[in-house]
DNA sequence: CGGGATCCGTCCTGATACTG
DNA sequence: CAGTATCAGGACGGATCCCG
């Protein structure tokens, strides 16, 4: 995710765990591709359905996603322009991922929930 | 993983996804659980089995995890000092999640691979 | 050995403002 | 709507020095 990751590659590639860390563990990327997961989405409506990410940010993950091949994107010459995002099949292959993560996430955060 | 997480715990635990997420997503977190998955561990053996972390990242990585109660901190009073590093049960419990990944980086990264 | 403390530069993050 | 530009602050990363 870092913007400094393609001065790093050689070295980060030697391991594809931490390739894949390098990948996942933005701060916002497993959000916008769980997101995602349901289906076509523009970019409004990612920004409105991702709590707490402002445009910048969801620019930038949505470019390094399409970069990495996880994420596709649509423009539409219309006035006002219309930009869909969908999931590459590359980035369907990460729905294991998320459904992982989601049931740890519940099995063992959710006691720390306050309220 | 970052240190400000405390203050925003309150805006970050309404979805356990993202706290899952913000757990995880520290550049050497899962590397070092991952690590430890193979069994018990001293300070100089984490650092010298994880590539590229450094005294200081570890330091920060292996508190921030004990104070999740993912890792088990063990000190022995001997001369020169023995710390030895486990997981705990609530750590282990990581182990599906990574080997998630694990399986997605092989099936997925290796032909990113340079050379 | 197992760290803690500090300096210091770089990069990331977030909010705001602006544009085609 | 779908971004770009900018700027401040914080996180990260390495090096160094220190201690019990």
Redesign the interface.
């Known amino acids: 995710m870092k913007a400094n990751q393609q001065k790093n590659?050689?070295?980060l590639?030697?391991?594809?765990?931490?390739?894949?860390?390098d990948?996942?563990?933005?701060?916002w990327t497993?959000?916008v591709i769980?997101t995602l997961m349901a289906g076509k989405l523009r970019f409004k409506e990612l920004e409105r359905a991702i709590?707490?990410i402002n445009t910048r940010m969801l620019v930038k993950t949505l470019k390094e996603l399409e970069s990495r091949k996880i994420v596709n994107r649509k423009a539409y010459a219309t006035v006002p322009p219309t930009v869909e995002y969908t999931l590459t099949k590359?980035g369907m292959?990460?729905q294991?991922?998320i459904k992982?993560?989601?049931?740890?996430?519940?099995?063992?955060?959710?006691m720390?929930?306050?309220q």
């Open positions: 590659n050689e070295k590639s030697e391991c594809p765990f931490q390739e894949a860390m990948l996942i563990s933005g701060k497993m959000t769980n709590e707490g590359k292959t990460l294991p991922v992982e993560i989601q049931n740890w996430a519940i099995n063992n955060l959710q720390t929930l306050s």
